[in-house]
């Protein structure tokens, strides 16, 4: 098991322009997670999805943040029309639904909006 | 609102003191997480508390759970420098994940030779 995987680790882009990062769980994992975190705070839930299914969203997720789990494996999260407030980094977690939930967490994506 | 607040946010200490850092929480959970950041990386599970008087211990490091107080705590013992980093305690409001983690602000940890 490699762990929790994302795709790319750092993605520059310039505003209004559309971005797609992909995330894969450890592959044993139900569940997975969007966060996003910005320099000097702590992540902040997005949503997740258990398998296929979307079942949370926070209401940091905007109309232009769109994610999906197709197949109940890897999932992509997309930011349409970026702006400089979405710079920051998006990271990933993924947990089972039995034990402690515990959730890890991948490498992330850092975005930067110019 | 669900809060996590932690305390103290930025902390320098010397190699070989003792320290503990606070993490209140503002309603009742019964599961609470701490993770290691190191700067530019992901974060790492440290521990997993998972019930009131909860204690768990890994090499210098030590948390514990008061659920009643809504308190966790991570003692330090002997700090060395390979345990600078960002600590960030998480609650999990929802009881099984289902709501994903409120995490704390994390504090930012410097240990000085």
């Known amino acids: 098991d490699t762990g929790v995987s994302q795709d790319p680790r750092h993605k520059i882009t310039k505003r209004g322009q559309n971005v797609t990062f992909r995330c894969d769980p450890i592959?044993?994992?139900?569940?997975l997670y969007w966060y996003r975190q910005t320099l000097g705070q702590g992540p902040e839930f997005l949503t997740y999805?258990?398998?296929?299914?979307?079942?949370?969203k926070s209401r940091l997720l905007s109309d232009r943040f769109s994610a999906e789990r197709p197949k109940g494996s890897f999932s992509t999260l997309e930011i349409q029309r970026t702006e400089q407030g979405d710079s920051a980094m998006y990271l990933c977690?993924?947990?089972?639904?039995?034990?402690?939930?515990?959730?890890?967490f991948g490498p992330g994506t850092r975005l930067t909006v110019t | 609102e669900l809060k996590v607040e932690q305390n103290p946010l930025f902390l320098s200490m010397q190699e070989g003191k003792n320290y503990t850092i606070y993490c209140n929480y503002s309603t009742t959970s019964d599961r609470l997480y701490w993770y290691r950041q190191d700067p530019g990386k992901s974060l790492e599970s440290l521990f997993v508390?998972?019930?009131?008087?909860a204690v768990k211990q890994e090499g210098r490091l030590m948390a514990s759970l008061d659920t009643k107080a809504r308190l966790s705590t991570l003692h330090i013992t002997a700090a060395v420098h390979d345990l600078s980093a960002t600590y960030f305690c998480a609650v999990d409001y929802s009881g099984g994940g289902a709501d994903g983690l409120t995490f704390g602000k994390g504090t930012h940890l410097i240990i000085q030779p």
């Open positions: 999805f258990q398998n296929e299914a979307q079942l949370e």
């Open positions: 508390l998972l019930s009131n008087g």
């Open positions: 977690a993924s947990s089972s639904t039995t034990g402690f939930y515990e959730q890890y």
């Open positions: 592959s044993e994992h139900n569940r």
